[in-house]
Nanobody, 127 residues
Framework: QVQLVQSGGGLVQPGGSLRLSCIASGFSLEYYGLGWFRQAPGKEREGVSS????????YYADSVKGRFTISRDSDKNTVYLQMNNLKPEDTAIYYC????????????????????WGQGAQVTVSS
């Protein structure tokens, strides 16, 4: 069964850190573009970060650049999102996703380009 299973969300104080994990089963992550999205209450889903399969190049939204890092461990078939210096405006449900097509070039991630999604993980940044 093809699926992505997420873990790592939670409650953190402003300035704190969290690492989200997304484990793939039924397929190999290394052949697909990878994306992280988030959706805050009352807002549209936003593409936060992406990684291309062929060269590992990455993209970050301006709102998270310098604070978030996407990475992939092919041996563990897992993609991560390391989030540092978290701010209250980072509060959202975070989703990992893989591209519809193998080898897809991903820049700013768009939801319609992704076909397999994790179940989501709540991240709350509050004092």
């Amino acid at each position: 069964q093809v699926q992505l299973v997420q873990s790592g969300g939670g409650l953190v104080q402003p300035g704190g850190s969290l690492r989200l994990s997304c484990i793939a089963s039924g397929f190999s992550l290394e052949y697909y573009g990878l994306g992280w999205f988030r959706q805050a209450p009352g807002k549209e889903r936003e593409g936060v970060s992406s990684m291309n399969s062929n060269d590992g190049s990455t993209y970050y939204a301006d709102s998270v650049k310098g604070r978030f890092t996407i990475s992939r461990d092919s041996d563990k078939n897992t993609v991560y999102l390391q989030m540092n210096n978290l701010k209250p405006e980072d509060t959202a449900i975070y989703y990992c996703a893989t591209s519809l097509n193998k080898g897809a070039r991903i820049g700013a991630p768009r939801a319609q380009d992704f076909g397999t999604w994790g179940q989501g993980a709540q991240v709350t940044v509050s004092s």
